[in-house]
């Protein structure tokens, strides 16, 4: 997944499975943007064992974004806020900053979270 990651894709994730002829395997989703698709290829057929492969393109829709860094008790949570139509529509605190924080505060991330939110200020 790094090695995709550091190759150019957007998101990637693992699917367990069953192959033909019952056989286990696992899905490897990968979104990317198309200039990117031949480098990718030959990402996942040098590291997997896979012999093929499937691609399509399909329709995708962002929402405008922006990161924004938000002061709490435990320190600073850096934020994604999603706009559509000019308005915040979502607030999300990047879980590697909750994550971090709880650690160092010896708490759930879980807890980190809520601080986090009742800190951000719309």
């Given at each position: 997944m790094?090695?995709?990651h550091a190759a150019?894709?957007?998101e990637v994730f693992y699917v367990p499975g069953q192959m033909k002829k019952n056989r286990?395997?696992?899905?490897?989703?990968?979104v990317?943007?198309?200039e990117k698709r031949q480098h990718l290829a030959a990402v996942i057929f040098r590291e997997t064992t896979t012999?093929?492969?499937r691609h399509y393109e399909v329709a995708r829709e962002c929402l405008q974004r922006e990161s924004i860094s938000v002061d709490t008790p435990l320190g600073a949570v850096r934020f994604k806020i999603a706009y559509r139509d000019g308005r915040a529509i979502n607030a999300v605190p990047e879980f590697e900053d909750c994550a971090r924080l709880a650690d160092a505060?010896?708490?759930s991330v879980k807890e980190v979270q809520a601080i986090a939110l009742r800190?951000?200020?719309p």
């Open positions: 790094e090695r995709l150019g894709e957007l286990p395997g696992t899905l490897l989703p990968v990317a943007p198309p012999i093929g492969l505060h010896q708490m800190a951000y200020q």
